[in-house]
Structures are given as C-alpha cells and as structure tokens.
C-alpha cells in the first residue's frame, strides 16, 4: 500500500497490490486494485487476469469471462489466454475452457505458455494429473510464478496430494 500511495497512477503498482490482495485472499480488494488498474488501462492484459481472479474466487464466473470482453483472444498473452480458460471453467463453459486447454498446448510448440497458468486451467478443468504434469514441468523450466502454489486459491483443489507437497519441497 505504501508504494501505491507513492505513485497511484502506476498500472504495475496496482497489479502488484491487486495479486497481494488476492494470495492474501482479500478477493474484494484485489477486485478493486484490478478495477482501478482497468480504468487507467482498459487493454491490460494483467489487470484482467487479476480481476478475473478474484471474481473466480468471489463466484462470479460470467464477469470474469466479461472481464476479457475488452481485448480480442488473439492480443491476450498466453497467461491470459489461461485464465480466461479459468473464467470459462467457473462459468460453467467446460467445452470453450477446454478448446482453449487445446490451444494452449498447441501454441506452447510455437511460443512460450506458463506450466503454472496451464496448470491452473487444467486444475479449474477438474483435470489433476495434468495439472501436475504441469507444475513439474515448471519446476524444472523455473517458473517464477511456482513460487506462489501454496498460497494461490486456484489450486486449492490440489492441497492433500502428496505431488503438491513434494512440488513445493
């Protein structure tokens, strides 16, 4: 908070405190940073992950699928492209959140696609083992966002299987 106060026009301040909000699970208030984030920059690809988030884990599927409305899928980065997947999944949109899955894996031979936003998506799809498959894979790609699988709420699901502990390990 003290760094957004120093300078509350700074989209990667109110990102940041938006994903602090959220691993903090303030789900409201990383609603509201995201928000804000949006305002200043309605095409953030961040910003929309960081709201869709939250609003998965408030129970409102449909508004994080709209939270996308505003970019075309093909400028969302592959990360975003992921959650939006999650969006569907909680929106109850299955089939679309698993084409996009599909696409995911497909674009992961041509660019880079995060293991830790896919295994997101596979953990919203129901699908265990290939979430694991994914967190393996970053761990040893070095993922830097595996830093957070314990404390991030999409995979909750996974806690009590002995392949997070050892992940985390």
């Known amino acids: 908070d003290r760094a957004f106060s120093l300078d509350p026009l700074c989209i990667v301040m109110q990102t940041s405190a938006a994903d602090i909000r959220y691993f903090a699970r303030d789900f409201e208030g990383a609603l509201a940073r995201s928000r804000h984030a949006l305002e200043m920059e309605p095409d953030s690809d961040r910003a929309m992950r960081s709201a869709a988030a939250a609003l998965i884990q408030l129970g409102r599927g449909d508004e994080a699928v709209a939270t996308f409305d505003a970019a075309p899928e093909r400028a969302l980065s592959t990360a975003g492209l992921a959650v939006k997947g999650c969006a569907l999944a909680a929106a109850g949109n299955i089939d679309k959140a698993g084409a996009i899955a599909r696409r995911l894996e497909r674009a992961g031979k041509d660019r880079v696609v995060s293991p830790y936003y896919f295994a997101a998506l596979h953990t ?22 595996l830093d957070a699988v314990g404390v991030d709420p999409r995979f909750a699901a996974l806690h009590g299987d002995d392949r997070l502990h050892a992940i985390r390990a």
Do not use: I, M, W
């Open 124 to 145: 919203a799809l129901g699908q265990k083992d290939a979430a694991f498959t994914q967190l393996e894979r970053a761990c040893t790609t070095g993922d830097p966002q």
